[in-house]
């Protein structure tokens, strides 16, 4: 391992309750996508938390559904959901730039709009807080196939998103108009305006609601996955539970009913308090870039200190605490030092802007609350272990299949 087991018990819970809080809010997402449909087509109709909550629930029913009961159908889903992905693409940008007002390039590439803060530079560092990895165990020959689909993957949507962004801002029209958008989402008024017709709209949004609901269900399986292969590990309560799996299935279905419900009591803080939800939502961000950061640092470290082998300098099968071997997807030399360094720094910035609150002036309802709760989960982590894991938590479990020995 690259740390010691006493520090990565408490990434663990970190990186655990992060993909509880993605499940949450993608899920959460495509309930207020659905309510802003519902302003679109019924100007009486007034998004309330009371009215949200029931729509999150109902989108994370269907999420375990699929991932409970039509896990072996999941396969085909995904391949199904990457047709409409790419289809969707064209279906939403034709329509928007063919129909749609057209903007100046110039004011599109040169015009910046700061709502939150006076400083253009905070404002891009705080901008910047706007997974595959856990099906690593899953995968077969994961250390090529995993690497190789997350940089498709980057590919594909860095092309589509960065294509679709240059799309909804040439055709937006008065930015300021849409930003006032009664259904919450100044994109749903830009497509209304650039097709001229509420159903053309209702169609493109659809779209959008779907790739929503495949983002929820893909957050809800990869959640289920890190709760399991953490209790696995012995480092979250009720371990044995946690990690069990489906005879028949062989899914951790106790570990995507616990994320369900765990993020089914999140929802319920929305209807008192939408603040209150934010505030425990945003542990998305810090989780996941400070789980990153740390073992990416720890791995900068034993690269520039010579300490991981060359994969025909050790035949080992499980590398042990003072062993570790390079994978067969790596980069080499000064390029994957580089890499290496680059992904710090960007972390570390990401670390460190995540805590901002968005706007200013700060008051206590737009306050970041999110280094409360991340403290909050820290501290948690740290009495479980004192009390109880540090007897039985020993650092990840390694598994191999009996072909490797």
Known sequence: MLAHTNFVIHLGWA???????????????????????????????????????????????????????????LPILEVAILVVHILGFFAIIIPLVHLGPHGNAKEIFTTFVNTGWESQTLSFFIGLNGNIAAFTEEVKHASLNVPRSML????????????????????????????????????????????????????????????????????????????????????????????????????????????????????????????????????VVEAFATSYLVPCSLLLYRRLKGQILEPKESFDVISTDKQLKWGEWRAKGWLGTAANVITCVYLSIV?????????????????????????????ASLIYYLLWAKKVYQGPIMEVSVHAL
């Open 351 to 379: 670390c460190f802007f995540a805590f901002w609150p968005a706007t200013k002036p700060v008051t206590a309802v737009n306050m970041n609350y999110s280094s409360l709760v991340l403290g909050t989960v820290v501290i």
């Open 152 to 283: 498709l993957s980057i590919f594909i949507n860095g092309l589509l998103g960065f294509g679709m962004l240059l799309a909804v801002l040439f055709c937006a029209g008065d930015l300021n108009k849409a930003a006032e958008s009664p259904t919450g989402f100044p994109f749903i008024a830009i497509f209304t305006n650039a097709v001229g017709s509420a159903k053309g709209a209702n169609t493109m949004v659809s779209i959008v609601v779907l790739m929503s609901l495949a983002g929820a269900i893909a957050a809800l399986a990869s959640a289920s996955r890190m709760m399991w292969s953490f209790a696995r590990d012995r480092g979250l309560p009720w371990a044995s539970k946690l990690s069990s799996v489906h005879s028949k299935t062989a899914i951790p279905l106790t570990a995507i009913v616990v994320v369900t419900i765990c993020s089914a009591l999140i929802g319920i803080i929305n209807i008192g308090s939408s603040d209150a939800f934010n505030a425990v939502v945003s542990l």
């Open 15 to 73: 990186t655990v309750m992060g993909w509880i809080a993605a499940t949450t809010a993608g899920a959460f997402f495509t309930s207020e996508l659905i309510e802003g449909l519902a302003v679109q087509n019924n100007s009486e109709f007034v998004p309330t938390g009371w009215k949200g909550t029931p729509i999150f629930w109902a989108v994370l029913f269907l999420c375990v559904s699929i991932n409970g009961f039509l896990s072996r159908a």
